[in-house]
């Protein structure tokens, strides 16, 4: 094997089956999308790095995959290049080297996005995007650099309707994909209300922080961190109180209600979620679960969060999403509210796998190879094959007249269910014969009636 | 405007319409492509910068775009990335600074993919791939950065079927799009024969490079082109015969044969045009064109070349490809033949947008719109919504009770074609009224009929 011939460490090539399989989960969830009125957006690949950059945190700016910019080549440049080249050393402005890079996830595209097009969008804008991002993340099982995203959002309303329509999308999605999992829901106005009721706001993110690594570390761990922040042996109590909250929803939300006294921040978060339940109509496979350890580390969700756990998978969550009250501040335009959800396509991927919930008609490949058996032969072979395609059958003629093994070899293993032989016997007779490969039966007809007979 | 919200030169965003227009254009070549037993194959964005560099020429090489290494602002690493740099500057190998680089065309990732592979494919391997490039061109009309590349390829085998088959789903795909168009063939043997009669192969080059400006500049400068080339009269008088050579295919063939003596060369590529067209099945919209003057610049063709030309539309080459000899040699795997086409997709797209070609079926919206008139108002018809929504209609409910001029407005702007109106009086009566924007008809029924009557 030349050494030329590999792939960058994180990315990969998709065949055929693993494309037809991935296929299937993009239709399924685009196809509920546009049942709900969401319409497809796709933006570059390459964004300005000044779109990028500063938005995903310190770490996040590491991990974005900066573009050269053409024509350093030139030695005209090359005082004001490697003056330029410095300041990446300073972590400063780099324009004479890079001016973009590649899309780190959907979110800040469509930011920009909605920013540029503000004035031309008919609000609530409700867009879905199912694309490619790249991330300079240690590759590792399950983490790639090259992977696919797959968001919806509404933007533009404050409408808890919107919650409703996203938690029914990824009702009817893991429905349509028959991977039974549990939709997982909290309000950060609780988690708000907890850290106020623990003794102000500025608890929250200590609390979430802990709280977010229960599922890892267990509640004994959390504590001993919540102490490590500082936190009071009362305050760590009454988190464990609420940690522990158990049973149905409407017994969780009265709970909730008695342990956050009259706490209007979390009073907020528990109509919020009462609204969403009584909407939410039960769809076969999905359970509903209100989930008050849930808490999503990601700061800039402002109300309902979601988060899909797949059932009888050894899988960490495999889609979420929350409200957000600012999306394109940064891009000059404030105040624009929105809520969305994202679908691990990779994830999904793995556990259908997994739990072998691929329909077979996902694979679509060739349904009749025609034998090659002469000039003549293949000639009339060519125009029946034809007709085949015509009425939407995929077929395919060997492409030379080889020895009959070998042209069943490839038929097999293309997994091609039935050959049709044209010899100069059946050439004269106006006949074929038709085999099924996986029965072994064969018969001769005429070919007149090939085509129904394949139907 | 904030002047963070804009994208790099030669990019472009794709609103929902022009997606569902591409959408169109993908899956009818799609579905052809599959139809003729061509299996999909998807590569990463990213290439390691060896895979691509060298394969372009040396203008190609300047067009990549490469990636910035991660972990350059790393202070330690400093002076060894400066004399890497430097190596940029000496266009020298520089895996310092960057070792991947965006995907610059589909065949040498397929070549990559087939030599990485090459023991496990089914041989003849019959590919389609559907995926963007990226090239640093300087952005123009109809030129962009990132575009989509739409190939289709068969390797390991030297059957003409194979041209047949490629000259087939070019008529097919034009005709389901409706777009006539000529399918231009010659052979890069005739071309061959052409400069063996007029000398030596060695005058192909010039003879090919000057034959491809005849569209842009005519006879008259093709032979300045040529006597500047230092070909002498003589052979620009039968160069000039050559292009001259009028009439149907049968007629061509044989001028074609008597002008080129008993030339050996020349003779195959007669022969196999001759076989092509004796397989080729008229389709509506498509014609057979055999074009000496067709020569494709690029050399790495060896037998029949394709080209695509839109009747009654002002466009250069919607389509084009050809045969080559050897795919993978650049990664070690000598002597794997093929034969490939590709489509325009951006240039089909303006054709179908000038001649109004897509259908109307092509913008699937939502079709109909529930107004909000009040919280038991909005349960009532998100439950009917949903039902809809079980039976394939797109709908939506209007995410906040508004006047009902604001929810009309959000119907027209998003060109709703239905409304469905709850207020309390149906809500009691358990009816709904339904209104048909467009003719502005409407009617009361019961809202168990809602469903029927959309349908």
């Given at each position: 094997?030349?050494?030329?011939?590999?792939?960058?460490?994180?990315?990969?090539?998709?065949?055929?089956?693993?494309?037809?399989?991935?296929?299937?989960?993009?239709?399924?969830?685009?196809?509920?999308?546009?049942?709900y009125g969401?319409?497809?957006?796709?933006?570059?690949?390459?964004?300005?790095?000044?779109?990028?950059?500063?938005?995903?945190?310190?770490?996040?700016?590491?991990?974005?995959?900066?573009?050269?910019?053409?024509?350093?080549?030139?030695?005209?440049?090359?005082?004001?290049?490697?003056?330029?080249?410095?300041?990446?050393?300073?972590?400063?402005?780099?324009?004479?080297?890079?001016?973009?890079?590649?899309?780190?996830?959907?979110?800040?595209?469509?930011?920009?996005?909605?920013?540029?097009?503000?004035?031309?969008?008919?609000?609530?804008?409700?867009?879905?995007?199912?694309?490619?991002?790249?991330?300079?993340?240690?590759?590792?099982?399950?983490?790639?650099?090259?992977?696919?995203?797959?968001?919806?959002?509404?933007?533009?309303?404050?409408?808890?309707?919107?919650?409703?329509?996203?938690t029914?999308?990824?009702?009817?999605?893991?429905?349509?994909?028959?991977?039974?999992?549990?939709i997982?829901?909290?309000?950060?106005?609780?988690?708000?209300?907890?850290?106020?009721?623990?003794?102000?706001?500025?608890?929250?993110?200590?609390?979430?922080?802990?709280?977010?690594?229960?599922?890892k570390?267990?509640?004994?761990?959390?504590?001993?961190?919540?102490?490590?922040?500082?936190?009071?042996?009362?305050?760590?109590?009454?988190?464990?109180?609420?940690?522990?909250?158990?049973?149905?929803?409407t017994?969780?939300?009265?709970?909730?209600?008695?342990?956050?006294?009259?706490?209007?921040?979390?009073?907020?978060?528990?109509?919020?979620?009462?609204?969403?339940?009584?909407?939410?109509?039960?769809?076969?496979?999905?359970?509903?679960?209100?989930?008050?350890?849930?808490?999503?580390?990601?700061?800039?969700?402002?109300?309902?969060?979601?988060?899909?756990?797949?059932?009888?998978?050894?899988?960490?969550?495999?889609?979420?999403?929350?409200?957000?009250?600012?999306?394109?501040?940064?891009?000059?335009?404030?105040?624009?509210?929105?809520?969305?959800?994202?679908?691990?396509?990779?994830?999904?991927?793995?556990?259908?796998?997994?739990?072998?919930?691929?329909?077979?008609?996902?694979?679509?490949?060739?349904?009749?190879?025609?034998?090659?058996?002469?000039?003549?032969?293949?000639?009339?072979?060519?125009?029946?094959?034809?007709?085949?395609?015509?009425?939407?059958?995929?077929a395919?003629?060997?492409?030379?007249?080889?020895k009959?093994?070998?042209?069943?070899?490839?038929?097999?293993?293309?997994?091609?269910?039935?050959?049709?032989?044209?010899?100069s016997?059946?050439?004269?007779?106006g006949?074929?014969?038709?085999?099924?490969?996986?029965?072994?039966?064969?018969t001769?007809?005429?070919?007149?009636?090939?085509?129904?007979?394949?139907?």
């Amino acid at each position: 094997m030349s050494n030329k011939a590999g792939i960058p460490q994180g990315t990969r090539d998709f065949n055929a089956v693993t494309v037809q399989k991935r296929q299937y989960i993009f239709q399924t969830i685009r196809t509920v999308f546009e049942l709900y009125g969401f319409q497809p957006l796709e933006t570059p690949a390459m964004e300005n790095l000044d779109t990028l950059m500063g938005k995903y945190g310190e770490e996040g700016d590491k991990l974005i995959f900066k573009i050269l910019n053409n024509g350093l080549d030139n030695p005209a440049k090359k005082d004001q290049i490697i003056a330029d080249f410095d300041k990446i050393l300073e972590g400063k402005n780099n324009k004479g080297i890079t001016e973009r890079a590649l899309r780190y996830d959907l979110t800040i595209p469509f930011a920009r996005y909605v920013a540029m097009n503000y004035g031309q969008l008919t609000m609530p804008f409700k867009r879905y995007q199912i694309q490619p991002v790249w991330r300079a993340d240690r590759p590792q099982k399950g983490r790639y650099r090259e992977f696919y995203q797959c968001d919806a959002d509404v933007v533009g309303s404050h409408s808890l309707l919107n919650e409703v329509e996203l938690t029914a999308i990824y009702a009817t999605v893991f429905q349509r994909l028959q991977l039974p999992v549990e939709i997982r829901l909290n309000s950060r106005k609780i988690l708000a209300g907890l850290a106020e009721q623990c003794g102000g706001l500025d608890l929250m993110v200590p609390i979430t922080v802990a709280i977010d690594k229960l599922d890892k570390i267990g509640l004994e761990k959390v504590k001993e961190e919540l102490l490590q922040k500082g936190l009071s042996q009362s305050q760590i109590d009454l988190i464990e109180q609420y940690l522990n909250i158990q049973g149905d929803h409407t017994q969780k939300l009265a709970q909730l209600t008695t342990l956050m006294g009259n706490n209007p921040t979390a009073q907020q978060g528990i109509d919020e979620l009462a609204y969403i339940i009584q909407y939410h109509q039960q769809k076969t496979g999905s359970t509903l679960v209100i989930d008050f350890t849930l808490a999503r580390g990601l700061n800039y969700y402002t109300g309902i969060i979601f988060e899909i756990k797949a059932v009888g998978a050894e899988m960490g969550s495999i889609g979420g999403g929350g409200r957000y009250d600012d999306l394109t501040g940064l891009f000059g335009v404030p105040n624009v509210p929105g809520v969305g959800i994202s679908f691990g396509v990779d994830r999904i991927y793995d556990v259908l796998e997994a739990l072998q919930l691929f329909p077979e008609a996902v694979q679509k490949g060739t349904k009749v190879l025609f034998f090659n058996l002469g000039e003549a032969e293949s000639q009339r072979a060519f125009a029946l094959m034809q007709d085949l395609r015509e009425r939407g059958i995929a077929a395919e003629l060997y492409h030379e007249p080889s020895k009959f093994d070998k042209q069943f070899k490839y038929a097999e293993k293309k997994q091609v269910p039935y050959i049709v032989i044209i010899g100069s016997t059946e050439l004269n007779a106006g006949t074929c014969i038709i085999k099924n490969i996986v029965s072994g039966e064969q018969t001769t007809i005429s070919q007149n009636d090939l085509a129904n007979q394949l139907f």
